[in-house]
Every structure is written in C-alpha cells, then in structure tokens.
C-alpha cells in the first residue's frame, strides 16, 4: 500500500462521488488500513524485527502512514486547482533541501520568521506561493485530527502575523475532523474549534459539520483562495 495507491482509490470515488468525494477521504483510508497492515507484517522490517525478539507494531505504523499521506493526498486533490489559478504549492519539507532552484530560494526567504538574529522556516505541511514572484499566498497544516499539532499550527500563524514582512501569509488548518471537533457549532464549540475560530483564516473539514465564516466544508478552500487573489 503506497500512495499511489490511496490516488487510485480516490480518483475511483471522484468518479462515483463527484463533487461528494471529499466526504469519503477517511472511507478510503479506513478501506486502506487492513490491506496496509498485512503488507507491514509480512514486510522486511517486521522479519527483522521478529529477529530480535521484538512484536511489529502495525498499528502504530499504520498510524504514521495515513498521517504522512493524508497529507500528501490533500496536495494532490488542490494541485491541479490551485496551478489553474496560477498558484503553486508545494510540501513545507521542500524548504529544507540544501539545493533550492533560485524561485524556491526566494520562497524560503519570503517565509523565515524571525527571532532576533535568528531565523526559522515555520513548521507547515504545504506552501502556496506565486510562482512569477515566488510571494507566499499561505501556508497549510494537513491533519486527520485537530488534536494533532493544532496549537503548534495557531502558534506560528501568530508569528507570521507579527512580523510586517510576512502578516499577508494565510494560515489554513486542512482536517478529515476524524474526533468530530467541528461538527458542532460556536453555540457549543469544541476547545479546538474555539482555537481555529479565533487564530486560523481558515479550516476546511472533509466531512460534514456546522459551518462558519472561519470553518467550512472543504470545497470551500480553492474558492476562498480565489477571492484573496481577486481582492489583492
């Protein structure tokens, strides 16, 4: 099980699905879970593993990749999108190569927050710049849950946001809400919903839940997107 097989199973759903598939993103990882953990068992690293007198933990494994191509799942369903807007996007990691071309060199620069003398990329899943000026438009947290790293996703939008050279940055919390954190509204909310509803511009859930200027059904993103462009 690879991603290319998740893409598989996502274009075989876009086609019974259309515009709905984004509803079934955690069908098809759940689809893909067993399959997953036979491979692992039966896999190298758990014959070595055995070897040593250890248990494979398939589980934990499994859990490590859905997270990991969640992620990069996500790129694939908004990359074509956002290319028809003449926006690029790429994974966060990217920016840490040692060798950047000179356009991904000035993406890295426009994006570094500041600490005194020092300088950090944020920790992000996926970058959306301009490629003709290489300006960051935003950068994208890509999690299965809120619990997951969403104070760690609101902090460095409140660093980027303090700093006059990069506060136009959006920061957007992408989620399958697999917990159920935003299916109820703000007259019950969630303390993770309190926390995207104040601190993020924007969460898009694959999954249905009660909407709100800040938190809305997936299909939204590239639409939302287009506006800021439209409105720069």
């Known amino acids: 099980m690879k991603l290319n097989d998740l893409i598989t199973m996502y274009e075989a759903k876009k086609k019974l699905y259309a515009d709905g598939v984004y509803l079934h993103v955690s069908e098809i990882f759940e689809e893909a879970r067993e399959k997953y953990k036979q491979e692992y068992l039966s896999s190298s690293k758990a014959l070595k593993l055995r070897a040593k007198g250890k248990t494979p933990d398939a589980e934990q494994s499994w859990k490590a990749f859905k997270g990991k191509n969640f992620e990069k799942l996500i790129w694939h369903v908004i990359r074509d999108e956002l290319e028809a807007v003449d926006l690029r996007v790429i994974p966060g990691a990217t920016l840490k190569r040692k060798n ?5 060199s000035k993406v890295y620069r426009n994006l570094l927050v500041r600490y005194g003398e020092w300088a950090l990329l944020p920790d992000v899943d996926l970058v959306i710049y301009e490629p003709k000026t ?7 947290s890509c999690k299965i849950t809120l619990r997951e790293r969403i104070a760690q996703t609101a902090y460095w939008k409140l660093k980027l946001a303090s700093d006059p050279l990069t506060m136009h940055i959006k920061g957007y919390f992408i989620t399958a809400d697999e917990d159920g954190d935003l299916v109820k509204d703000m007259a019950n909310p969630s303390r993770n919903r309190i926390i995207v509803e104040h601190e993020l511009d924007g969460t898009y859930a694959l999954r249905h839940l009660a909407e709100s200027e800040k938190v809305k059904a997936f299909p939204n ?9 439209r409105g720069r």
């Open 100 to 104: 950047l071309t000179p356009e991904l």
């Open 134 to 140: 290489s300006n960051v438009i935003g950068v994208i």
């Open 221 to 229: 993103f590239i639409q939302d997107l287009r506006s800021i462009i």
